[in-house]
């Protein structure tokens, strides 16, 4: 049996791993929450939304027992520090870190925004920031997961700073994976297409539900794996980038034109 498998085993003996999980007030965190929650996780939801947040955890877990909520703002030390404390204080430990939360600028170029880094702190910073906060109690029990959720922009550029912060984060994940090698940390690295979600709300593509990069997420929990990418239609965009850059530029500027309403 793997560490991976051996770790997932004894979390089912105590009663499901101990999930934290940010932006899970909507979109794919949401679909994430009531994925794991079915399958007997318990989970540690976080976002800025409080009241959506409180909402979920109750329908999720009306006795409070196996999934609470803690608002939080992945962009403040103190608030990342204070969701781990309460992760810990509540149950122990943390078995999983699922960093998706995630922002891009909400309309138009990147350029033209007033904040174009808060992208970076929100999709790079935070999910260093966080994995770092629960490295320490994985190493030393020798088990773990970091699930870091990216994109396949982060394979094939499609925006300047969106892009960056996911090239960053594929860059992170693979890297880290490599560091934790032999420790019995496991690191995955899940990267939806377009998906429907808020982010995706002005995209005018056929998009499937969140729900598929939820599944994916509980997938790599049970067969921990370095990196899918879902729908898997877009592992083909991601390889023609890289092997046919010149036609990737026509597809991704297809792409660009139906992404947004207004450009300038």
Do not use: C
């Not at 979109?27 to 994430?32: H, L, S």
């Not at 959720?149 to 880290?176: C, D, E, H, P, Q």
């Amino acid at each position: 049996m793997t560490s991976g498998a051996s770790s997932a085993a004894a979390a089912a003996q105590r009663g499901g791993r101990v999930v934290v999980l940010t932006g899970a007030s909507s979109g794919i965190g949401r679909a994430t929450a009531q994925e794991l929650a079915a399958r007997g996780e318990r989970l540690v939801l976080a976002a800025r939304r409080a009241e959506d947040l409180a909402a979920l955890a109750r329908t999720l877990d009306p006795s409070g027992s196996r999934v609470i909520a803690v608002p939080t703002d992945v962009t403040r030390d103190a608030d990342r520090r204070a969701l781990i404390a309460a992760a810990e204080a509540h149950f122990g430990q943390v078995d999983v870190l699922v960093n998706n939360a995630g922002v891009t600028v909400e309309r138009g170029w990147w350029w033209d925004d007033p904040d174009p880094l808060r992208v970076l702190r929100v999709n790079l910073e935070a999910p260093v920031e966080l994995t770092r906060l629960v490295l320490p109690q994985m190493r030393t029990r020798r088990s773990g997961h970091i699930v870091n959720i990216g994109s396949v922009a982060g394979r094939a550029a499609t925006n300047g700073m969106y892009s960056a912060s996911k090239f960053g984060l594929r860059g992170f994940s693979l890297g880290l994976r490599r560091e934790l090698r032999g420790t019995g940390v496991q690191v995955s690295l899940v990267s939806p297409g377009f998906v429907k979600s808020e982010m995706t709300a002005s995209a005018r593509l056929p998009m499937p539900g969140p729900e598929v990069v939820a599944r994916a997420v509980a997938g790599v929990l049970d067969r921990p794996r370095r990196e899918v990418i879902v729908p898997r239609v877009y592992a083909l965009l991601a390889a023609l980038d890289h092997f046919l850059p010149g036609i990737g530029d026509r597809v991704a500027a297809q792409l660009i034109r139906r992404r947004y309403d207004h450009r300038g």
